[in-house]
């Protein structure tokens, strides 16, 4: 079983590590991550530059100027003379639920994982201020060695994975749940550099709004690990007939 592992916040971030540290013996573990922290990257590919690929130490490898979807496609599609089994991507420092999993670069490295002969994981950490990474990892040591096991999801499956921040015996269980939505973001907040010209950082992300019974929001304010079952088919297919009909009249 070969597992590769990657992020959105850097080679060097605590929560990669800690997978890296729960995921040990579960399989080969190979560890390609971006050199710095990507979060926000989404499906983004490097098109504009080559990438250089340099080794950190035996197994993690970083990619300078990569994307997380860069170092994903980059080990499933040369960097390596073997294959993989799996991706699993984490912990993130931060939630990814609901509309986040579009901006996410943690969700983005799992969907490049999708063409594996295994589902996908994405894991994320809902951080609260305990920093519970260790326990987000072991609860991923548990999915992807059940994966592993039993086999009991389709393959091109992506798990997207969100573990509330609290000590693994405090968790409540695990529940399969739906994307739920955020409210609109915070405003962007301006700011002037040194010649008074504004300058802008992207706000925080909007509160949830559509948080209800069955979403991921609503499992993590309950202390459950979510899981949400993903696939990359955007169409909104209950659109098509009203679409289609409306296209005979222009
Ligand atoms: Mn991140």
Redesign the pocket.
């Known amino acids: 079983m070969k597992i590769l592992l990657a992020?959105?916040?850097g080679y060097r971030?605590p929560?990669l590590r800690r997978l890296k540290d729960a995921l040990s013996g579960v399989g080969a573990l190979t560890v390609v991550a971006p050199d710095r922290?990507?979060?926000?990257a989404s499906n983004s590919l490097t098109l504009d530059m080559p990438l250089r690929v340099q080794r950190a130490e035996e197994d993690v490898w970083y990619v300078i100027n990569g994307t997380p979807t860069d170092c994903v496609h980059l080990a499933i599609t040369g960097l390596f003379e073997h294959d993989f089994d799996m991706v699993v991507s984490g912990v993130?420092?931060?939630a990814?639920l609901g509309d986040d999993v579009l901006y996410?670069?943690?969700v983005a490295a799992a969907t490049e994982g999708r063409y594996l002969g295994l589902p996908a994981v994405a894991v994320?950490l809902v951080l609260s201020g305990g920093r519970h990474f260790a326990d987000a990892a072991k609860i991923a040591r548990r999915i992807v060695e059940s994966l592993i096991g039993e086999r009991p999801l389709p393959r091109n499956t992506i798990l997207n994975v969100n573990v509330p921040d609290l000590p693994i015996e405090a968790l409540r269980g695990l529940k399969t749940t739906r994307l739920g939505f955020r409210h609109k973001a915070e405003p962007v907040i301006k700011a002037y550099d040194p010649k008074r010209e504004p300058i802008y950082w992207v706000g925080p992300a909007g509160a949830g709004q559509d948080a209800g019974a069955g979403t991921d929001f609503d499992a993590i304010a309950n202390g459950f690990v979510s899981v949400t079952p993903l696939q990359v088919d955007l169409t909104d297919h209950r659109a098509i007939p009203g679409i289609d009909e409306w296209l005979q009249h222009i």
């Open positions: 992020n959105d916040d971030a929560g922290n990507r979060s926000g993130n420092d931060g990814n996410s670069g943690t994320s």
